[in-house]
């Protein structure tokens, strides 16, 4: 007899301070981390009073189980981390443990990137192998298109536009935003960067923006090139153009956590200030419930495909 549930990935924080070097010791592969980008992380999460990536997710996965069963699909929701407890590995085993035979698997990332999809499928297929093997997966690798998200998408930008609005500053710009890769992604073929330029150009013709544009943030700091223009590159621009408000919709992620509260919500920002421009930003997604409504369809979507059946 088939026994369905549902696995959420996601990138995974520290669960304390404490917990912040052998973390950064994890997502860099076993590489030691200089003692100075310990020090500028442990800053980062002190001045957003630690990430919330972990409770959210959590919350996301009891969301998206209420909304399944609402609709009466008894799957219960696993969540598992790149980086981070409960790890991908041991969420496989619980799952296994628990006797499911069919699941379906997603990243909490709607677009698709072999660098970074692609990595969480091989901690899935190494989990899977670890496990022995007997749960079949379906993996949802592209979710952004789900008509749900697009428009849960559009309602974040359409609220922010209404809040500023009805304090105008000047000429505004709306720069949607995705996590930076390396720019070699381009010459490899990968989907990632026409995924979003897609799912920015649905949202400016939903919301019939004439002024918006795609930008990238949370580069990483090695040597090799990553996609742009960033978000700090952007902003001196548009004071530069005469714009005096910029509104910022970061479609590549779906919760809050350091890459949202830090590298916008505080270093974004000053850059903005310091050229004197105000810069807004959408809510993030978290548990919004036509969100996770979005994600429960991506979900069953994929299940029928594979023709798992109810």
């Given amino acids: ?36 980008l310990v020090e500028e992380m ?42 981070g407890s409960p790890r991908i590995r041991e969420a496989v085993a619980g799952l296994q443990r628990d006797g499911v035979t069919d699941a379906a698997a997603l990243v909490l990332a ?39 998200m697009i428009e849960a998408m559009e309602r974040r930008v359409r609220d922010a536009w209404q809040r500023i609005s009805a304090r105008p500053a000047g000429r505004m710009r709306v ?3 995705a996590h930076s890769l390396p720019a070699r992604i381009r010459a490899e073929g990968d989907p990632y960067e026409e995924e979003l330029l897609a799912n920015a150009r649905t949202l ?29 590159e952007v902003i001196p621009r548009l004071a530069r153009d005469g714009y005096r408000q910029v509104l910022v919709a970061p479609i590549g992620f779906v ?18 200030e310091k050229h004197g421009l105000r810069l807004e ?5 978290n548990t919004y419930p036509p969100f996770i409504a979005a994600v429960a369809d991506a979900v069953e ?3 029928k495909s594979a023709e798992v059946g109810p």
């Fill in 1 to 36: 007899m088939k026994r369905r549930a549902v696995l959420l990935m996601a990138y995974g924080s520290p669960s304390s301070m404490d917990d912040l070097e052998p973390y950064l010791l994890d997502v860099r592969d076993g590489r030691p981390p200089p003692p100075a």
């Fill in 42 to 83: 442990r800053r980062r999460y002190t001045l957003i009073g630690g990430s919330p990536l972990n409770r959210i997710t959590a919350e996301q996965a009891q969301a998206l189980q209420a909304e399944l069963a609402r609709r009466g699909r008894n799957w219960p929701v696993y969540v598992g981390m790149r980086h």
């Fill in 110 to 148: 709607p677009h698709c990137s072999s660098l970074s999809i692609g990595r969480y499928r091989k901690r899935l297929e190494e989990a899977q192998a670890a496990a022995g093997g007997g749960i079949r997966f379906q993996v949802v690798n592209s979710w952004w298109r789900q008509p749900r």
């Fill in 175 to 177: 720069v949607f935003t």
């Fill in 204 to 232: 400016a013709e939903r919301l019939e923006l004439t002024d918006w544009m795609l930008a990238f943030q949370s580069a990483g700091a090695g040597p090799e090139p990553w996609l742009g223009p960033t978000i700090e």
């Fill in 255 to 272: 919760c809050d956590h350091v890459e949202i509260l830090y590298d916008l919500d505080v270093e974004a920002r000053r850059v903005a």
């Fill in 281 to 285: 930003r959408t809510e993030s997604m």
């Fill in 301 to 303: 979507d994929r299940m």
